[in-house]
């Protein structure tokens, strides 16, 4: 629950947010570490870091709060367009946030969690 209110808290939702998310994304919290697996290469930004491991998994981290992004089965084209948006850094809480809506929502390819 506490990685959800961060996340509520980081993309400026309200109170009400805490509850209807973690209804919805309840099976989709996790504690895996970023260093629980091996490396294959990193992108760090000044805000994100990237981690990327083998078989088209990856952790997008949000440094200022430590919550994280697992995201596993990625396509090389969503790989990349993801380094992109850790590389240029223009707006980086609102990507983040969008990132975790897209891939917990849309895609269904990750999960949440919080160093």
């Given at each position: 629950m506490?990685?959800?209110?961060?996340?509520?808290k980081l993309s400026g939702g309200k109170d009400d947010d805490v509850s209807i998310l973690l209804a919805s994304w309840e099976d989709k919290i996790t504690d895996i570490k970023p260093t629980?697996?091996?490396?294959?290469d990193k992108v760090e930004g000044r805000v994100l870091s990237?981690?990327?491991y083998r078989g088209g998994m990856c952790?997008?981290?949000?440094?200022?709060?430590?919550?994280?992004?697992l995201?596993?089965?990625?396509t090389?084209?969503?790989l990349s367009t993801i380094m992109y948006v850790v590389e240029r850094e223009i707006r980086p809480d609102q990507d983040?946030?969008?990132?975790?809506?897209?891939?917990?929502?849309?895609k269904d390819k990750g999960?949440?969690?919080k160093l």
């Open positions: 506490e990685v959800i209110k961060e996340f509520v629980d697996t091996g490396l294959v990237l981690y990327v952790i997008l981290l949000h440094k200022p709060t430590g919550l994280y992004l995201l596993y089965a990625l090389s084209l969503e983040f946030v969008s990132l975790v809506y897209e891939y917990l929502d849309l999960r949440l969690g």
